[in-house]
């Protein structure tokens, strides 16, 4: 059984906490006490129907206001497959939940409202689902028993989404369904009312898209995250370096030049205590022991001389800005980028993006909450680091604040 | 390139011994909480992993809150020896002793809640930095929105409102003096996950997770034990039944299942035909709707 980690996005009322209740209902992933315990919370608070939504606001404060505050996961399994998904909640502090979501995702779903249509929001959802290098959408067109089940509709949407979504590069496939989240058209069980659709239901589709192949199992990178020293009797000259490793294969044998030292040796072993492996790709964790003693800790990188990441100071990155906090000018940060911590400072905020446009706005310097746009930045030592596109975990980073130790940015490198 | 495949259960394995490796380099003394429990054996049996062939470099702490079931003690110090790993036992009995905290009173009385002190003490005791958690999200709707790195306050305290963000594989750990992090390795694991990976992996188990005879009564809705700290009342009468415990907490508020199910394969097809949470046999949930936010709030794991 493989694993589909997955984002949601929608706005307010497009029935996102509904699609998700179906979801999880109609797979039988809602168990009794738990749908007992949400009858029970909606009589109390006089709702008509049992809100599914009570499944997905979890916190007290999200359940006095009716809102979702907090990215929250959800966990469902078919016989084919497990899914893990990111719900990210439509108003509050939008940018920040949907891009902490994005990041572990391998698909979207983009909940459009059959009767209004592509909306401002649709863009930015599908323009942050881009930028975090989703490279599957699903556009699932909601509420279509609300316009008659129109085809002629249903199309119409699918061409406005397609003018504009031709300009998101990253996106490698576009699926487009029309579904009744409230009624299950479609989510699970083929609709009758659509006879005129032949494509998937969600759940089919979310069983049965390809996402294999999107780590990079080309350009070998091994951040080294902790030294295992065991001083034991038995082990006694042993020194193996812990990581997960984030791109590429790494067999017995294998020359790599560790960075920033640039010595070369070879990968001795790759060890597990079920004894040794033949190899280790991307995501695995393992603990690689080399030929030569070299000095080598945590942050430093081991890779192959043939296709090595680029070494530098100065990075150029798209950024998310986070914080209540509006970034000051030129302001310094703590950047974590794999395994590595270091300081770094803002040179320059080259544009921001208006993300219901697209538009870029230059002549900008600071940044405030959710706020996106690029910069550049320079580290207090040299990175080890891929673009963001070519590969996501040596491509990204986050900014701490010194002072308050707060996550206030998310970075991609351009 | 799809000869790389990866099962589900390999992507989760790798997370989390990524996850504890963290908690190791980011951390000047983390401890593991060790329960007892499916999870944190689990969580235990991947610490091993992932410093193997080395030690695990940090200690398994155990809240005693007194009422266990034998079984569980016996298989802790057995558990401890096969990893090669330090115990440190924080007692709740001691709490009580010292007056730090008062033993609640009446039929539905439990140690549950102390637990939270005598944790909170031992962390201060022995200066932890970091705990790690066998804490799943898809246990409790709070824990739903738990993060792999969670912050407490000088007072242990969560905020669930004022989360950091966290993205990729990045986390951080940063704090100021007297704050530490409480870190859940196993947040994506669900309950089915928990019990494939310890068939695949051949992780002994506590016998009580399997089907044996019991003296068992029922109380709102559950089967409990009885033992020397619960007792029926008079109108309440316990009968010998073939049960087993889906989740191990402390003995006065651990629901039983009737069950036959005597090895793992069949464990795993009752819970996948399971129609009620695991936590549906804990009565500490069941004090209120938000019973786990609240105690998650003042420091509870």
Same mark, same amino acid.
């Given at each position: 059984?493989?694993?589909?980690?997955f984002t949601t996005a929608g706005s307010v009322d497009d029935g996102k906490s509904t699609l998700i209740g179906r979801l999880?209902?109609d797979?039988? %992933? #809602?168990?009794?006490?738990?749908?007992?315990?949400?009858?029970?919370?909606?009589?109390?608070?006089?709702? !008509?129907?049992?809100?599914?939504?009570?499944?997905?606001?979890?916190?007290?404060?999200?359940?006095?206001?009716?809102?979702?505050?907090?990215?929250?996961?959800?966990?469902?399994?078919?016989?084919?497959?497990?899914?893990?998904?990111?719900?990210?909640?439509g108003?509050?502090?939008?940018?920040?939940?949907?891009?902490?979501?994005?990041?572990?995702?391998?698909l979207a779903i983009i909940l459009i409202d059959a009767r209004k249509g592509v909306i401002e929001q649709t863009k930015r959802h599908c323009?942050?689902a881009?930028?975090?290098?989703?490279?599957h959408l699903v556009v699932a067109v909601n509420k279509m028993d609300l316009v008659g089940f129109s085809e002629a509709g249903y199309h119409r949407i699918i061409e406005e989404f397609r003018e504009f979504a031709?300009?998101l590069?990253?996106i490698?496939e576009i699926v487009f369904i029309p579904i009744s989240a409230l009624n299950g058209d479609n989510v699970v069980e083929k609709s009758a009312n659509m006879g005129w659709y032949e494509g998937p239901t969600l759940l089919y589709h979310l069983?049965?898209v390809?996402?294999?192949?999107?780590?990079?199992? *080309?350009?070998?990178?091994?951040?080294?995250?902790?030294?295992?020293?065991?001083?034991?009797?038995?082990?006694?000259?042993?020194?193996?370096?812990?990581?997960?490793?984030?791109?590429?294969?790494?067999?017995?044998?294998?020359? *790599?030049?560790?960075?920033?030292?640039?010595?070369?040796?070879?990968?001795?072993? #790759?060890? %597990?205590?079920?004894?040794?492996?033949?190899?280790?790709?991307?995501?695995?964790?393992?603990?690689?022991?080399?030929?030569?003693?070299?000095?080598? %800790?945590?942050?430093?990188?081991?890779?192959?001389?043939?296709?090595?990441?680029?070494?530098?100071?100065?990075?150029?990155?798209?950024?998310?800005?986070?914080?209540?906090? !509006?970034?000051?000018?030129?302001?310094?940060?703590?950047?974590?980028?794999?395994?590595?911590?270091?300081?770094?400072?803002?040179?320059?905020?080259?544009?921001?993006?208006?993300?219901?446009?697209?538009?870029?706005?230059?002549?900008?310097?600071?940044? !405030?909450?959710?706020?996106?746009?690029?910069?550049?930045?320079?580290?207090? *030592?040299?990175?080890?680091?891929?673009?963001?596109?070519?590969?996501?975990?040596?491509? %990204?980073? #986050?900014? #701490?604040?010194?002072?308050?130790?707060?996550? *206030?940015?998310?970075?991609?490198?351009? | 390139?799809?000869?790389?495949?990866?099962?589900?259960?390999?992507?989760?394995?790798?997370?989390?011994?990524?996850?504890?490796?963290?908690?190791?380099?980011?951390?000047?003394?983390?401890?593991?909480?060790?329960?007892?429990?499916?999870?944190?054996?689990?969580?235990? +049996?991947?610490?091993?992993?992932?410093? +193997?062939?080395?030690?695990?470099?940090?200690?398994?702490?155990?809240?005693?809150?007194?009422?266990?079931?034998?079984?569980?003690? =016996?298989?802790?110090?057995?558990?401890?020896?096969?990893?090669?790993?330090?115990?440190?036992?924080?007692?709740?009995? $001691?709490?009580?002793?010292?007056?730090?905290?008062?033993?609640?009173?009446?039929?539905?009385?439990?140690?549950?809640?102390?637990?939270?002190?005598?944790?909170?003490?031992?962390?201060?005791?022995?200066?932890?930095?970091?705990?790690?958690?066998?804490?799943? &999200?898809?246990?409790?709707? =709070?824990?739903?929105?738990?993060?792999?790195?969670?912050? &407490?306050?000088?007072?242990?305290? +969560?905020?669930?409102?004022?989360?950091?963000?966290?993205?990729?594989?990045?986390?951080?750990?940063?704090?100021?003096?007297?704050?530490?992090?409480?870190?859940?390795?196993?947040?994506?694991?669900?309950?089915?996950?928990?019990?494939?990976?310890?068939?695949?992996?051949?992780?002994?188990?506590?016998?009580?997770?399997?089907?044996?005879?019991?003296?068992?009564?029922?109380?709102?809705?559950?089967?409990?034990?009885?033992?020397?700290?619960?007792?029926?009342?008079?109108?309440?009468?316990?009968?010998?039944?073939?049960?087993?415990?889906?989740?191990?907490?402390?003995?006065?508020?651990?629901?039983?299942?009737?069950?036959?199910?005597?090895?793992?394969? $069949?464990?795993?097809?009752?819970?996948?035909? =399971?129609?009620?949470?695991?936590?549906?046999?804990?009565?500490?949930?069941?004090?209120?709707?938000? =019973?786990?936010?609240?105690?998650?709030?003042?420091?509870?794991?």
């Open positions: 059984m493989d694993l589909l980690r999880l209902y797979s039988k %992933s #809602i168990f009794e006490d738990q749908l007992e315990a949400m009858e029970e919370s909606s009589r109390r608070r006089g709702d !008509a129907n049992v809100n599914l939504a009570l499944l997905t606001d979890g916190l007290k404060a999200e359940r006095e206001q009716g809102i979702t505050i907090d990215v929250a996961y959800r966990y469902f399994a078919t016989p084919k497959r497990k899914f893990i998904i990111a719900d990210t909640p108003h509050i502090q939008y940018t920040r939940n949907m891009v902490t979501g994005a990041s572990t995702a391998n323009f942050i881009n930028l975090l290098r989703i490279q031709s300009r590069d990253n490698v069983e049965n390809y996402v294999a192949g999107e780590e990079n199992h *080309v350009e070998a990178r091994f951040p080294v995250q902790w030294v295992v020293r065991p001083m034991s009797d038995e082990w006694h000259d042993f020194r193996g370096y812990a990581g997960r490793v984030a791109g590429g294969v790494f067999k017995p044998g294998d020359a *790599v030049t560790v960075l920033p030292s640039g010595f070369t040796t070879r990968v001795k072993a #790759i060890h %597990s205590p079920k004894g040794e492996l033949s190899e280790a790709f991307a995501p695995q964790s393992v603990c690689l022991t080399l030929t030569d003693e070299i000095d080598i %800790s945590r942050g430093d990188m081991l890779v192959k001389a043939n296709n090595p990441p680029q070494v530098g100071q100065d990075i150029e990155a798209m950024v998310c800005w986070f914080s209540p906090r !509006a970034m000051p000018p030129r302001a310094k940060f703590i950047l974590r980028h794999t395994t590595q911590e270091t300081k770094a400072v803002v040179q320059q905020v080259r544009y921001h993006v208006d993300i219901n446009t697209l538009h870029k706005i230059e002549d900008v310097d600071g940044f !405030a909450m959710n706020d996106i746009g690029r910069v550049c930045l320079r580290a207090a *030592v040299p990175l080890f680091y891929d673009s963001y596109r070519r590969n996501r975990q040596t491509g %990204s980073f #986050i900014l #701490i604040d010194p002072a308050t130790n707060e996550t *206030v940015a998310a970075g991609m490198i351009v | 390139m799809s000869n790389y495949r990866f099962s589900h259960l390999d992507q989760l394995e790798a997370e989390a011994i990524f996850v504890l490796r963290e908690a190791a380099a980011q951390f000047e003394k983390p401890a593991l909480l060790f329960s007892g429990g499916k999870d944190s054996i689990v969580m235990a +049996w991947l610490a091993r992993k992932a410093f +193997w062939p080395a030690r695990m470099p940090f200690p398994l702490v155990h809240v005693d809150t007194g009422h266990n079931f034998a079984e569980t003690m =016996a298989y802790r110090d057995e558990f401890v020896v096969l990893l090669a790993a330090r115990l440190i036992v924080g007692s709740v009995q $001691e709490s009580i002793d010292r007056g730090r905290v008062v033993e609640e009173t009446g039929p539905g009385a439990s140690r549950n809640k102390l637990q939270t002190v005598t944790l909170l003490d031992t962390i201060e005791q022995h200066q932890y930095d970091a705990c790690l958690g066998g804490g799943r &999200r898809d246990e409790e709707k =709070a824990r739903a929105k738990e993060r792999f790195f969670s912050h &407490r306050d000088d007072f242990g305290q +969560w905020d669930p409102k004022n989360q950091r963000p966290e993205l990729w594989n990045l986390f951080n750990g940063r704090k100021n003096p007297g704050e530490h992090f409480r870190i859940f390795p196993l947040s994506n694991f669900t309950e089915m996950d928990i019990w494939m990976y310890m068939k695949r992996e051949e992780i002994p188990l506590p016998s009580i997770y399997f089907a044996h005879n019991r003296e068992v009564f029922q109380r709102n809705g559950m089967l409990l034990a009885v033992t020397e700290f619960l007792k029926p009342q008079s109108h309440e009468t316990a009968a010998s039944r073939v049960v087993r415990f889906r989740t191990i907490g402390d003995a006065t508020c651990t629901g039983a299942v009737e069950s036959t199910a005597s090895n793992l394969d $069949e464990v795993i097809a009752e819970v996948a035909a =399971a129609r009620q949470t695991e936590r549906g046999t804990r009565s500490d949930d069941k004090r209120s709707e938000t =019973a786990m936010e609240d105690r998650k709030k003042e420091g509870y794991f």
